[in-house]
């Protein structure tokens, strides 16, 4: 995903230019630490500007929930509602 330049304030000697990343909708500093360029050039609002006018589409991140207690998985294990009992007389369960 590509970032773009944001500045924290619109006003002079302020702060550097940061990035913003659209996917994870955060701002990041640039590693080079050699662009020091003033963040009052690009402005807070440039990239929600620029998105809406570009119409680039981000697909939603999907988490699936698996139930777990103290970080162990319950879904599909004896006692849970969702475990469904081996019919096969050898089973790894």
């Known amino acids: 995903m590509g970032l773009l330049p944001i500045g924290m304030s619109d006003q002079l000697r302020k702060g550097r230019v940061k990035v913003y990343c659209p996917k994870c909708?955060?701002?990041y500093i640039p590693f080079p630490v050699?662009?020091?360029l003033d963040g009052a050039f690009f402005g807070p609002s440039l990239p929600?500007?620029?998105l809406k006018h570009q119409k680039i589409v981000i697909?939603?991140?999907v988490a699936f929930y698996e139930p777990?207690?103290?970080g162990f998985k319950i879904a599909g294990k004896r006692g849970s509602k969702?475990?469904?009992p081996c019919r096969l007389p050898v089973c790894d369960r």
């Open 34 to 36: 050699k662009y020091n």
């Open 82 to 84: 969702y475990f469904e």
């Open 25 to 27: 909708e955060e701002v």
């Open 68 to 70: 777990a207690i103290g």
């Open 48 to 50: 929600e500007i620029f």
């Open 59 to 61: 697909a939603p991140q």
